[in-house]
């Protein structure tokens, strides 16, 4: 099902141009004066560049000014160890049409090794406060995962028809986070969501049964995500699939499609130090605590902590940052480990 719709959305975007093409003349060698002429020529291969919408056995879907163009990765990406994602800006060069072969992977914004992608605009929190509750902290660790990745969190807090949610819509609104309350069953909020979405490279995250399925469904009819009750959800078949896609709805935003992974899950969020800076709330009160190095957690004359005491942060925010700071003292290794493993 999801098979056939890609293939349609693959036709409709195929006079669509999320990338500026580029035309840089022909890789074998520039005609005496310097100027190619553009498009395909019989010679030689043009370069173009493009946008990875899907990887699938060996080969990456890349759309371009072009439409989409079926593209093989060279080899020396392999002996360099490294591999084009999902969400890739990308240079490819094309002999043929509708078939091409990378060439080069432009900066990335960002890249997420579970689920793999890469260049997210925007990280859409699900929660609800009904079957399933979401807790606080899995939000916060959500979000704190996509501030250290340059990503703007979006709390979007589902099932408002079975209950108002009042007490996680007051902490994420007055913790200055853009939220928004949905109802994927009566479709309340999907407006609003959508304007937030907008022009942007979205990925929708949150615990399994929270309705990330269904809201998206609810925006794009057809777009026929696999909704499943959570047990079914829980069962082996569902995390069969590894397979990470784009998608472009009617509004103008991208979705990534993330079949089986519920949650962003970096190696380490962030050292002790660095784990303040992922909770943009605290940002007024860093620097103004009696200690330079203060951690947050019962020193006296901390700012942060007399601003919760005080009821200007929410409590629950201050809570999440001492339990992420617990595992970041446990991680004092985590940055020559991971620059390691790169
Ligand atoms: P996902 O695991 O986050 O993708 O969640 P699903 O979209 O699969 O939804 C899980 C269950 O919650 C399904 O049975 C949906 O029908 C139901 N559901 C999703 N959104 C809503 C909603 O806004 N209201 C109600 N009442 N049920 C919802
Ligand atoms: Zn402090």
Partial sequence: MVTEFSCFLLQRMVHMVLMDMV??????????????PPGFSARGASTERGTIFKALSGFYYVESGEGVVECRARGRFRLEGMS?????????????????????VLERKNSFVRPPIANIDIMVVVASAAIPVTEPYLIDRLTAIAVKNNCEPVICINKLDLDPADRLYDIY??????????????????????????????????????????????????????????????????HTTRHVELYRLTCGAVVADTPGFSAFDPDRLASKDALQGLFPDFGQYLG????????????????VLEAVRAGKLQKTRWESYARLYEQALEYKEWESGARKRK
Avoid: W, Y
């Avoid at 035309?23 to 190619?36: I, K, L, S």
């Fill in 23 to 36: 035309e840089v003349g022909n890789c074998g060698g520039a005609a005496p004066d310097g100027v190619e």
């Fill in 84 to 104: 084009p994602l999902v969400g890739d800006r990308v240079e490819f060069s094309t002999a043929e049409r509708g078939k091409g072969v990378l060439t080069q």
């Fill in 288 to 303: 103004g605590c009696r200690f330079l190095d203060c951690a947050h957690q019962k020193e006296p004359g901390c700012k």
């Fill in 173 to 238: 609104s007055a913790a200055g986070f853009s939220t928004v309350r949905t109802s994927a069953a009566t479709g309340e909020g999907m407006d609003e969501l959508q304007d937030m979405m907008r022009g942007a490279v979205c990925a929708f995250t949150g615990n399994s049964g929270v309705g990330k399925s269904s809201i998206l469904n609810a925006i794009e009819p057809g777009f026929r995500i696999s909704v499943g009750d959570i047990s079914k959800k829980l069962g082996r078949g569902r």
